[in-house]
């Protein structure tokens, strides 16, 4: 029997969800299907030789290969009723995306996922659009370019083509600073934990010239080729170099009311231009005195938990709903998904790493809970476990969300909050490697 059919029988109200592993947002998406009668089929990227170590009968299968994948997928449905697909993640995104043109369900086409993974791609997409675009070219990381002969001109910001939550995202100011970050860069791509991802274009790089200004992301939702702005983000702290961790989202937007309508329209844009038609969208852009100009456009709905900084409310209805909810039924066309973001600010503090080492000790957590419009902190991160700082990082230590009746009440909210948590970090004693020991004379 296929792991599909391992579940319940109802086939109207079967969906795909292609997601890592260890995806944050998994577990909600298993309440929520629990509670509204919808079978979960999950296709993650564990080792097909395990025998299904977390009882959820998902599909295995390899995101670095996502048209292998989608194959496996319909081989292991073997014709069964599908409603709806859903992705989490840049990775799974395209091996939902050739899924889903398999099995004849509204989705993004594969080659506009397939841009929006790419950086240099999707550079190349917003200037052929007539979008804006800071000057840009590709490199190998290896042999480094010299930036004199290669014309490069700073400042300027260095960047893996698919690697995402800015790891790898440097800025250099001057040559010397480019050569120390095209070196870190090649290091963090050639070193075992991304190879093992499997990630395409890793002896690649983009540089391009830095851009000046604020930054927001927009949350989306396509339906039928029409964009539904969901939220637009303000991200107040700055992010300036020399690696681009990012921290606070806060919605609504302070910005002036003609701007996020420019945002609003750029996001139209630069989506339509990267051919993206059917599902979640989340994108970052910058806003300078030259106008909006967009960073990238992902084929997936906001990364890690920060999903639950978004509510939204029906009108008449008692009670709210996440955005993993809207979205569930966005796929499933069930009532419900036009749901008007909710009237009150929200926000999140994806909490920093402040250097890298072994996390020793988390303390202050019951005293930022108590903090005044604090709705929720989750710690994510592992005692004993070593946690890597940007830019060779991809993770957080945890998640912090606040509401009140502004965007500024929520994000003073989180600050406090963050001020009374400490976290005790130990440097990582180094590893001496097996070649490097010394045999004794006459061993």
Not at 145 to 162: H, M, T, W
Not at 399 to 427: M, Q, Y
Request: some cysteine.
């Amino acid at each position: 029997m296929s792991p599909a059919a391992t579940k319940t029988r109802n086939p109207a109200k079967r969906l795909l969800l292609f997601t890592a592993k260890l995806g944050y947002q998994t577990r909600s998406f298993e309440d929520l299907a629990r509670t509204l009668g919808v079978q979960l089929v999950y296709v993650t990227d564990r080792c097909k030789q395990l025998e299904d170590p977390w009882g959820d009968h998902a599909i295995p299968v390899h995101f670095e290969s996502p048209e292998k994948a989608a194959h496996t997928v319909m081989g292991a449905l073997r014709g069964q009723d599908v409603r709806g697909i859903l992705a989490l993640g840049d990775r799974p995104a395209a091996a939902a995306a050739y899924a889903a043109r398999g099995l004849g369900i509204d989705y993004n086409h594969p080659a506009a996922v397939e841009a929006c993974r790419n950086k240099l791609r999707m550079r190349e997409v917003f200037r052929d659009a007539g979008l804006r675009v800071p000057w840009f070219r590709g490199f190998p990381v290896d042999p480094t370019p010299e930036p004199a002969l290669a014309g490069i001109s700073f400042p300027c910001v260095l960047k893996p083509l698919s690697l995402s939550a800015s790891q790898g995202v440097m800025r250099a100011d001057n040559g010397k600073e480019f050569l120390a970050a095209a070196e870190r860069l090649r290091r963090l791509l050639e070193s075992a934990e991304i190879r093992a991802t499997r990630e395409p274009n890793l002896d690649q790089m983009i540089v391009e010239g830095y851009l000046p200004g604020k930054e927001v992301a927009v949350e989306g939702l396509f339906t039928d080729g029409v964009l539904r702005i969901l939220a637009i983000f303000d991200k107040p702290d700055p992010l300036e170099g020399p690696y681009f961790e990012e921290t606070i989202y806060v919605t609504p937007s302070r910005l002036p009311e003609s701007t996020q309508r420019q945002i609003e329209k750029c996001a139209e844009d630069a989506t339509r231009a990267a051919g993206l038609t059917h599902g979640p969208v989340h994108a970052e852009f910058r806003i300078n005195d030259e106008g909006v100009w967009p960073i990238e456009v992902a084929a997936r709905p906001i990364g890690g938990l920060c999903a639950r900084a978004l509510k939204f409310r029906a009108s008449g209805a008692h009670e709210e709903i996440g955005l993993e909810e809207l979205l569930l039924r966005h796929a499933l066309q069930m009532p419900g998904s036009d749901a008007p973001r909710e009237a009150q600010a929200s926000g999140v503090m994806m909490i920093p790493i402040p250097r890298s080492g072994i996390l020793e000790s988390v303390s202050g957590v019951e005293a930022a809970r108590a903090t005044h419009r604090v709705t929720e902190l989750i710690i994510t991160a592992r005692l004993h476990d070593y946690i890597a700082g940007w830019p060779e990082g991809s993770s957080y230590l945890g998640f912090l969300f606040a509401k009140g009746s502004t965007a500024e009440e929520v994000e003073g909210a989180i600050r406090e909050a963050h001020k009374k948590l400490r976290f005790s970090i130990a440097p990582r004693l180094p590893v001496e490697h097996p070649a490097t020991h010394r045999i004794p004379a006459g061993g």
